[in-house]
């Protein structure tokens, strides 16, 4: 079936640090991918998504681009802040009536 | 902005005991999803629903069944509670077409002793 793997789970970083988070999918068909952020206490909120090869998705400084050839889809911040401390999840949708399936969250925690 | 409400936001219940999550939304969203959250596994697919009357199963539907009896209510019922089910639930909303996100509730966090 449809997956997602992210090989990261937990990232530990000073302030104005460099981000990476590794998002490789399989998927059946051509998806849209995602990517969710959760703070403490509240569901996932879409951070943006990308729906086509080379389309670079961006929000808040941060950023990815879909890339059908390595099946990726990377989350990268040139420089966090401590306020980036959640959990970010990569996420793809098949079809119309395929139900979002999601890879398993990589804690982020940025110290001061 | 496109709300999801869950209830109750904790529980705890014992091992056998009926447990029902309810998840109700004011979206107009066709599409509905229960999400159960566990470290390590990120958020996993339980069940879900296209329309009113009528639900799939998901990645993981053993020992859980969902009910739609409407567009904005979509619940969770555990008849059989166990001790692998103490995790933390999301109900999640989204409108119809490929790229659309989901808008997820607060989630609940359910205990079972």
């Known amino acids: 079936g449809d997956s997602v793997t992210q090989t990261e789970g937990q990232v530990a970083l000073s302030e104005e640090d460099f981000l990476t988070i590794h998002c490789n999918y399989s998927?059946?068909?051509?998806?849209?991918l995602f990517w969710y952020v959760q703070y403490p206490g509240e569901g996932p909120q879409l951070l943006f998504r990308?729906?086509?090869?080379?389309e670079k998705g961006s929000s808040r400084g941060f950023e990815a681009t879909y890339d059908k050839g390595t099946t990726s889809f990377h989350l990268r911040k040139a420089s966090v802040q401590e306020s980036d401390s959640a959990v970010y999840y990569c996420?793809?949708?098949?079809?119309?009536?395929?139900?979002?399936?999601f890879g398993a969250g990589t804690k982020l925690s940025v110290k001061p | 902005e496109a709300a999801v409400t869950q209830s109750p936001r904790s529980k705890v219940a014992v091992t056998g005991g009926k447990v029902t999550l309810s998840c109700h939304q004011t979206?107009?969203?066709?599409?509905m999803y229960w999400y159960r959250q566990d470290t390590g596994h990120g958020l996993r697919l339980i069940h879900y629903?296209?329309?009113?009357?009528?639900?799939e199963k998901g990645d993981i539907p053993d020992g859980y069944k969902a009910s739609r009896p409407s567009q904005e209510n979509f619940s969770l019922i555990l008849e059989l509670a166990s001790l692998s089910q103490t995790a933390v639930y999301f109900c999640?909303?989204?409108?119809?077409?490929?790229?659309?996100?989901?808008?997820f509730g607060h989630g609940t966090k359910l205990s079972v002793l």
């Open positions: 999640a909303s989204r409108d119809r077409g490929l790229n659309e996100r989901l808008f």
């Open positions: 998927a059946s068909g051509y998806p849209t």
């Open positions: 990308a729906s086509r090869d080379k």
């Open positions: 996420a793809l949708s098949v079809n119309n009536n395929n139900a979002p399936r």
């Open positions: 979206n107009n969203h066709d599409y």
């Open positions: 629903s296209y329309v009113a009357d009528s639900t």
